[in-house]
């Protein structure tokens, strides 16, 4: 008859795929995209869920051809969700398809097709095979041949052994997830224990520096004039006397330090050099040191650095006193 399909046509696999609906289950929506919108492109009608509760009751309301479902998920995962299909009466005839990467252990697959599962399938698949397998799974159910378990062999095998296998499982999955856990850790304390060697090599860098600065009475500092915040070395503080906690770390609270005969002029010689994009510069000018009054002669230079479009947007620099060199 025109319209229905022939035996012989289930048999070879030409039984039309838009005909074919396809219950995904999954709780990662990723996943579940990526799988429908390639079921979607191959012709078949696609349904989903994102746990095995949702699954049994779009199931029971709108029966599909086929349940594709992977097995670790919150709220029933799939091997339970495998075993209440087979246990209801209406969703018993339909294939039930393990698709995962999590559960791969031999045992659990034996596991998956005692429940009456018909297929077990480890990811990754490549997309073609897997819609292939789809497509002859559900041509080959309805031509009346199937791979799962029998209602007799299921019937067979004690409830009570089922929970057994189903609770061995878990225990293998919590254990091999345990050791993952226990490499990451371990992964983890190394990187830490080199991070903590790292900084402890730099902070004994950093001491060396600043005992170098001290025995030359040389200290560095830099200036981000986009945020106009002021870093300096622990001899700049040295040299003009000042605690950190004191110091407003900008380029106004620096001009405080010099001395009023020298204020205007150093401060129009660093601008002029930052508006104009000079690379670099030098000048010696007094400071008053806020602890002790002194008046100090230092020696400045200066490096100002570049954005990509020629702005001048940062200095660095280093002071000497040069004091006792008067």
């Known amino acids: 008859m025109d319209g229905v399909p022939r035996t012989n046509d289930r048999l070879n696999g030409k039984f039309s795929s838009t005909t074919m609906k396809v219950l995904l289950v999954d709780d990662n929506q990723q996943n579940l995209g990526l799988?429908?919108?390639?079921?979607?492109?191959?012709?078949?009608?696609?349904?989903?869920?994102?746990?095995?509760?949702?699954?049994?009751?779009?199931?029971?309301?709108?029966?599909?051809?086929l349940i594709l479902s992977d097995i670790l998920m919150s709220v029933m995962d799939r091997f339970r969700l495998c075993h209440e299909c087979k246990k209801d009466p209406l969703l018993k005839p339909i294939p039930f398809v393990f698709y995962t990467g999590t559960y791969t252990?031999?045992?659990?697959?034996?596991?998956?097709?005692?429940?009456?599962?018909?297929?077990?399938?480890?990811k990754p698949e490549a997309p073609e095979n897997l819609v292939k397998t789809i497509r002859d799974i559900i041509?080959?159910?309805?031509?009346?041949?199937t791979h799962a378990k029998t209602p007799a062999e299921m019937r067979s095998e004690p409830n009570q052994m089922i929970l057994q296998r189903y609770n061995e499982a878990l225990v293998r999955k919590l254990e091999q997830k345990t050791e993952q856990l226990e490499l990451a850790n371990r992964e983890l304390r190394r990187q830490l224990a080199e991070r903590i060697r790292a900084e402890s090599a730099l902070l004994r860098v950093e001491e060396l520096?600043?005992?170098?600065?001290?025995?030359?009475h040389l200290g560095s500092w830099e200036l981000d004039l986009t945020t106009n915040s002021?870093?300096?070395?622990?001899?700049?503080?040295?040299?003009?006397?000042?605690?950190?906690?004191?110091?407003?770390?900008?380029?106004?609270?620096?001009?405080?330090?010099?001395?009023?005969?020298?204020?205007?002029?150093?401060?129009?010689?660093?601008?002029?050099?930052?508006?104009?994009?000079i690379e670099s510069g030098e000048i010696q000018y007094r400071i008053v040191k806020k602890d002790t009054g002194e008046t100090r002669c230092v020696?400045?230079?200066?490096?100002?650095?570049?954005?990509?479009?020629?702005?001048?947007t940062r200095s660095v620099g280093m002071i000497q006193d040069i004091t006792e060199r008067k």
């Open 139 to 145: 041509n080959e159910r309805r031509s009346g041949i």
């Open 35 to 65: 799988l429908k919108s390639l079921l979607a492109r191959n012709g078949f009608d696609v349904i989903t869920a994102a746990n095995g509760e949702e699954a049994l009751a779009k199931a029971r309301q709108n029966r599909p051809d």
């Open 105 to 122: 252990d031999d045992r659990d697959r034996k596991f998956g097709l005692s429940l009456g599962a018909e297929r077990f399938i480890v």
């Open 209 to 216: 520096l600043n005992e170098a600065q001290r025995m030359v």
């Open 299 to 312: 020696h400045q230079k200066h490096r100002n650095l570049k954005d990509g479009s020629g702005k001048v």
């Open 230 to 277: 002021l870093t300096w070395s622990d001899e700049v503080y040295h040299i003009f006397g000042i605690r950190p906690e004191e110091f407003g770390a900008n380029y106004e609270a620096f001009l405080a330090c010099v001395h009023p005969d020298d204020r205007a002029a150093l401060d129009d010689a660093y601008s002029r050099s930052v508006f104009d994009g």
